[in-house]
């Protein structure tokens, strides 16, 4: 791991702008600066962890997702949570995040 901090530590001390769409004492919820689908949000551990398997107390993960549901729900009915875990996995940023994306009319594998 680097010294440096993450893109998303930078982000929650307000050292690079976002589009901020929650935010509580343990979390933060931006939007995606290149977003996968009509809505695209990140949901952020302030709590800084490498990968979402780096998570071992079970009621910080039930925090985690229920955040994630939490904020999802504040922006559509239907939605997906993604959780890329290492570089195999499609991870680019090392610091936990959860993938909220919602907005397709005719579902994720639609044309619209």
Not at 57 to 67: H, N, Q, R, S, V
Not at 71 to 95: K, M
Request: glycine share 6%; with cysteine.
């Amino acid at each position: 791991m680097s010294d440096q901090p993450t893109l998303f530590e930078r982000i929650i001390a307000r050292e690079i702008p976002s589009d901020i769409v929650f935010e509580n004492e343990n979390y933060i919820a931006i939007r995606d600066i290149a977003p996968k689908a009509p809505v695209h949000l990140l949901v952020i551990p302030k709590r800084m962890t490498p990968r979402v398997d780096a998570i071992k107390d079970a009621a910080e993960m039930g925090d985690l997702w229920l955040t994630a549901v939490k904020v999802a729900r504040q922006h559509a009915e239907d939605y997906r949570l993604v959780v890329n875990c290492g570089t195999g996995g499609g991870q680019v940023i090392f610091h936990t995040h959860v993938h909220v994306l919602a907005g397709w009319e005719h579902g994720p594998d639609s044309d619209t």
